[in-house]
């Protein structure tokens, strides 16, 4: 199983330059997040994702945007990309609902795409 | 204040010790409580949930003590593939959002 695959695994972007990590799920989570994490530092989450066609934003948000399209896919856009964003992003899914949550506290995590930006 | 508050470490301990680390959280609608393991430049994994009543998992036994607002983690007989960050969580049960500290960190060596 695949489980939660982000790409890129690494860039380096300069500043006022945009892009988008990409992330995609196999395991028909309805629940999608993304975190960054900056050394030293809990992850902070940026936006979240209930189900297709809804997404809401987490602690962090500006200077980003999302969307979900679909169940699998969960696309984070910089956009103007700025040295406070250089971080390492994680993308995550769950299997959903506030008891499914409560009892595992599972997130899956994918492998993290490091971000620098010059 | 932070939600979730834990003392970075590192924790630098001999294989075979016993190390305990505690997590406060603010935030008294907190309900639900994890400890995730974090190996270095890799992705944080759910190490286990922590339940009212105290639970043990080989090695590990989680505690929380919601008077004081505050779980803990014991380890014990401590291997070499125990050094990671550890990340306590918390969540609020009317969210589906979870709160990461900032994790401890544990070195244990031969």
């Known amino acids: 199983n695949a489980g939660v695959t982000q790409t890129p695994k690494f860039r380096i972007l300069k500043i006022g330059q945009s892009m988008t990590l990409q992330c995609t799920q196999d395991?028909?989570?309805?629940?999608m997040y993304w975190y960054r994490q900056d050394p030293g530092m809990g992850l902070k989450l940026i936006y979240y994702s209930v189900g297709a066609g809804i997404t809401d934003k987490g602690e962090v948000p500006n200077g980003y945007n999302v969307s979900r399209s679909t169940t699998e896919d969960f696309p984070l856009r910089l956009e103007l990309a700025a040295p406070s964003q250089t971080s390492v992003y994680f993308c995550?899914?769950?299997?959903?609902?506030?008891?499914?949550?409560?009892?595992?506290?599972?997130?899956?995590f994918g492998e993290g795409s490091r971000l620098t930006v010059l | 204040r932070k939600e979730v508050e834990q003392d970075p470490g590192p924790f630098n301990v001999p294989e075979g010790a016993t190390v305990a680390f505690n997590c406060t959280y603010s935030n008294s609608a907190s309900q639900s409580f994890f400890w995730y393991r974090q190996d270095c430049r890799k992705e944080p994994k759910l190490l286990m949930s922590v339940y009212s009543s105290g639970n043990e998992d080989g090695r590990f036994t989680a505690q929380l003590n919601r008077a004081s607002q505050y779980i803990s983690l014991l380890i014990r007989d401590s291997k070499l593939s125990d050094s990671a960050t550890y990340l306590c969580?918390?969540?609020?049960?009317?969210?589906?959002?979870?709160?990461f500290g900032s994790g401890t960190r544990l070195l244990v060596r031969p």
């Open positions: 995550a899914s769950s299997r959903g609902g506030l008891r499914g949550i409560s009892n595992t506290g599972e997130l899956f």
């Open positions: 395991m028909n989570h309805n629940y």
């Open positions: 969580v918390v969540k609020r049960d009317s969210s589906y959002k979870l709160i």
